[in-house]
């Protein structure tokens, strides 16, 4: 449960800081903002990683994982 908390945060923290470049083109105005943006990014990667996993299954295969890393 911690290691989810501090992953959550230091997401929020790096999207922070990001948004302070102003060259890269991504506006946050409030951290509680960059908090709501990593929960979506976490869940975006949670169930759009497995499908992509699963659908890049016969590259791997063909492949014999040298491109995969998990």
Do not use: C, Q
Request: charged content about 5%.
């Amino acid at each position: 449960m911690w290691g989810l908390l501090i992953t959550w945060i230091v997401t929020s923290v790096s999207l922070f800081i990001v948004s302070r470049l102003s060259f890269l083109g991504v506006e946050i105005d409030k951290f509680t903002t960059a908090l709501w943006a990593a929960i979506v990014f976490g869940l975006l990667n949670a169930t759009l990683g497995a499908v992509l996993k699963f659908f890049t299954f016969p590259f791997i295969f063909l492949t014999f994982g040298l491109f995969a890393h998990y």
